[in-house]
């Protein structure tokens, strides 16, 4: 039993980021970490390696040739080995992009879960799980707060209107996991030391035999325009009244607004 | 046809979810402006049984992926089928898990432009144009599909980005998806459900939230604010803190790993304002704020800043606004 546990590397939370010129990202001199979300489910894989129901966790990531750090970070937390797919043609994918290179790539590393986090901090339309799902026509099992797998079929545990619901589909299955799994652990002195020594992988392109497409260049969408938001007012501040005195200075401004 | 609008509309027990009537809206909306119509692609349970009132809300006509109650996705291989048949400009899909779901499969099955989340979409000289919040909302961006591309583009569309209309009498055609090729999702399956007893509110839905954090204290400390939020007629909600502490239920949780609010009226309670829950609702309308420190980061972008104790001034405006409305 196989999982491949698919991240992303981003800029840092909070970092100060901005728009090129042609509207991209500005990655340069931009702090770079593992995407905050997929390190649970690098914990969820970890978990189920720990407790014996899989044999192996695999890393699989898509970027720039700095995405190595991100693998040795995740391979430093726990896992067997990591893959890094990079191409110069693949700056600026979109979603379909990417699903189609994670999608080739776990065509050939062949888990039996391949895992997401529940969303990328740097784009926020949670689609490349599905879309790799479809490409590669196996079930999707989506935000699951756990991940169990067992007896030839995977289960996610997930919200649903008012309480929660186990969702299962036979092996092979794509599958995500939320920030409910619980912390992740951190890299231990030992674990960082025995991360160089074990096994990363890159590949191009042409190793998926993707060469012949046009990736990038074939981005779907365009930004058009990119501005600051309209500016708001400045902060109106209520301090130092009594209780009594605030609840009546707030009312005023509930009722100027037609709030209430 | 080539200039329609297509919208995903969530149902369960013969209801629609309040994101299929504000979809509804939007894609009229969206059809006026390219000269086409508004079609619903139903699914979930009693889809059927209601999905001709989707007619009063602005759509000519709705097709039935499926109703029986299957997880979301098990209807994904009937929504493809019936997308490739439509032919559509665009197709407007809720931003909740099902819905990203959904969408996600029709990117990955038939190659289409995706967008959002969106705070709002157009259709200008008969090309589709969103507007995306981004980098923490301090940058809006416009984006557009790239010429000749494949269609529909599909649009992930935040909560109360369109307003149900009222009053509509219409009455949608209805007719069934043609069946989907055989296909994996069809195998994702409800193992075990377990609902809570209590009801809780869907917040995406609320007009008006009242949010409590780490600063509300305990599960008791949500009392007044539960009160609050019946005197102004809306809901709780909380941040991830108070979710974690277990003092309220995760469906309740508003950010990032939680729901994504659009209230007219948004009043956080003890919430420091962290990132993570800054883009769950920084499209709110109006936003107020209630803490103890005058340093809090919701100070920065909050429309009202209120130092002092929660404790205190929640109750005091609860009565406040009781008076006021002679209650």
């Not at chain 1, 980021?17 to 390190?39: C, H, Q, S």
């Not at chain 1, 969303?119 to 079930?139: Q, W």
């Amino acid at each position: 039993m196989k999982i491949v546990v698919c991240i992303k590397q981003v800029p840092a939370t909070g970092a100060d980021k901005r728009y090129t010129d042609d509207l991209r990202l500005d990655r340069n001199g931009v702090e770079a970490i593992i995407n905050p979300l997929d390190e649970y489910a690098i914990e969820q894989a970890l978990r189920l390696l720990d407790d014996g129901s899989v044999e192996s966790v695999t890393y699989l990531s898509m970027g720039p040739e700095q995405a190595a750090e991100a693998l040795r970070r995740a391979l430093a937390m726990g896992g067997d080995e990591a893959v890094l797919v990079t191409d110069s043609a693949l700056a600026g994918a979109d979603e379909w992009a990417t699903a189609r290179v994670l999608a080739a790539a776990l065509d050939k590393l062949a888990p039996d879960v391949a895992l997401t986090g529940m969303a990328s901090d740097d784009a926020r339309g949670s689609l490349v799980p599905g879309a790799v799902a479809a490409m590669r026509n196996v079930p999707l099992l989506s935000y699951g707060s756990e991940l169990k797998v067992a007896d030839g079929e995977a289960r996610v545990r997930r919200l649903s209107a008012t309480g929660f619901d186990w969702i299962a589909a036979p092996l092979p299955v794509v599958a995500s996991v939320t920030d409910q799994v619980g912390e992740p652990r951190y890299a231990s002195l030992k674990g960082i030391m025995a991360a160089k020594r074990k096994p990363l992988e890159t590949w191009s392109l042409a190793d998926l035999g993707l060469a012949g497409e046009d990736l990038a260049g074939g981005a779907l969408t365009h930004v058009t325009d990119a501005r600051a938001q309209e500016a708001k007012p400045p902060t109106e501040r209520i301090e130092n009244l009594s209780a009594v005195e605030a609840a009546a200075k707030i009312a005023d401004w509930l009722a100027a607004r037609k709030l209430i | 046809m080539a200039n329609d609008i297509l919208f995903l509309a969530e149902f369960t027990a013969g209801t629609p979810a309040r994101s299929a009537l504000e979809l509804a809206a939007g894609a009229a909306e969206l059809a006026i402006q390219s000269g086409g119509a508004a079609i619903g692609l139903a699914y979930g349970s009693g889809a059927a049984d209601d999905a001709a009132s989707l007619g009063a809300h602005g759509a000519s006509r709705v097709i039935i992926l499926g109703d029986d109650d299957r997880p979301a996705i098990a209807h994904a291989p009937a929504a493809v089928a019936a997308v490739r048949d439509a032919g559509a400009l665009a197709l407007l899909a809720p931003a909740t898990p099902n819905g990203r779901d959904l969408a996600a499969v029709l990117v990955g099955s038939l190659h289409l432009p995706a967008f959002g989340p969106v705070r709002a979409a157009r259709v200008v000289d008969g090309v589709l144009e969103t507007e995306q919040a981004t980098l923490q909302g301090s940058v809006v961006t416009t984006s557009r599909p790239v010429e000749g591309v494949a269609t529909p583009s599909v649009v992930l569309v935040l909560a109360n980005t369109f307003t149900p209309g009222e009053g509509g009498t219409g009455s949608a055609d209805v007719s069934r998806a043609p069946i989907g090729t055989e296909s994996a999702f069809g195998k994702v399956t409800v193992a075990e459900s377990h609902p809570a007893d209590a009801k809780v509110v869907n917040l995406e839905e609320a007009t008006v939230i009242v949010a409590g954090g780490r600063g509300v204290g305990g599960e008791e400390g949500f009392g007044p604010l539960r009160d609050l939020a019946a005197a102004l007629g809306g809901a709780v909600g909380a941040s991830r803190a108070a979710a974690d502490a277990g003092w309220i239920p995760y469906q309740l949780q508003i950010g990032q790993t939680g729901k994504v609010v659009k209230p007219s009226l948004y009043i956080g309670a003890g919430i420091s304002g962290a990132i993570q829950h800054r883009v769950g609702m920084q499209t709110a309308e109006h936003v107020v704020a209630i803490n103890r420190d005058p340093d809090a980061p919701i100070g920065e972008f909050a429309d009202l800043f209120v130092v002092g104790d929660l404790f205190k001034i929640v109750p005091a405006l609860t009565d406040e606004i009781r008076r006021r409305s002679g209650a």
